[in-house]
């Protein structure tokens, strides 16, 4: 972990009343990456914060050995799947708090049947994945990718004129598939470029790698909505980014 000034230690928690104990799923490094010294320290600040010492993912099975007491817990990508095992374990669950997008994979109906409140980052991604959708936009319209691909294969002709013009984004008019976080954030950089905006919802045509949104200050705002989000539970106050059970059948 470097000079990160955390000692993981499994699963050892203070029971304290007037603070909630919270468990965080993520495994060391990639709550390295989440987490900077700034912002593990603000989650520690809300509670006592009891992190997972192994680089690997939890089993749910082990989760269910571990998850009672806590009121709680930070997933992220690899967490386990909250079976009825885990929620029959989970006696003082209250929050559950994911540092990544969908959590429609792991969270069950039960759990929002329960009360526990649920939150996630999706927010925190969007303006990377926004801007890579934009950079695709821009690659088309000039046909980079064409360019770049005859300048490889020695053709200095065939990379310039005769590909023809390419076109500028202003004025043209693109269509939006879906206008969730990701789709609205598009939406605000096309307009600023002055595109014409069409939007068609729910099914978010154009397959990449699950690596658009992956930013240093993605990664970095994830962990802060995280924070707040957990600071807002146990302030008595509303969630700014609560998934409910009927977000489930739209959600990615």
């Excluded at 468990?23 to 987490?35: H, K």
């Excluded at 658009?212 to 106050?237: D, H, L, M, N, Y």
Aim: aromatic share 8%; net charge neutral.
């Amino acid at each position: 972990m470097g000079d990160w000034p955390i000692e993981f230690s499994v699963f050892t928690k203070m029971n304290n009343p007037s603070r909630p104990d919270i468990l965080v799923l993520l495994r060391p490094s990639l709550y390295e990456i989440l987490f900077p010294p700034e912002t593990d320290r603000a989650l520690h600040d809300l509670g006592h914060v009891v992190l997972h010492d192994r680089e690997r993912d939890l089993t749910w099975q082990e989760l269910a050995a571990r998850i009672a007491g806590f009121d709680a817990v930070v997933t992220g990508w690899g967490s386990p799947t909250f079976t009825g095992e885990v929620l029959a374990a989970a006696d003082r669950l209250r929050l559950i708090a994911h540092s990544a997008g969908t959590v429609k994979a792991m969270l069950p109906p039960a759990v929002f049947e329960r009360g526990i409140a649920v939150t996630h980052a999706a927010s925190a991604i969007a303006p990377a994945v926004a801007e890579a959708s934009l950079m695709c936009c821009l690659l088309l319209l000039h046909q980079a990718h064409r360019r770049d691909r005859a300048l490889r294969a020695g053709d200095w002709e065939g990379a310039g004129e005769a590909l023809g013009l390419g076109q500028e984004l202003g004025g043209q008019r693109v269509g939006v598939i879906g206008a969730g976080y990701t789709g609205r954030c598009f939406m605000r950089l096309l307009r600023a470029l002055e595109a014409e905006v069409w939007v068609y919802d729910p099914y978010n045509v154009f397959i990449t790698p699950h690596t658009a949104g992956a930013t240093v200050q993605a990664r970095r705002r994830q962990s802060q909505a995280v924070v707040e989000e957990v600071r807002r539970f146990f302030a008595g106050q509303p969630l700014r980014w609560q998934v409910t059970a009927g977000m489930l059948e739209t959600m990615a």
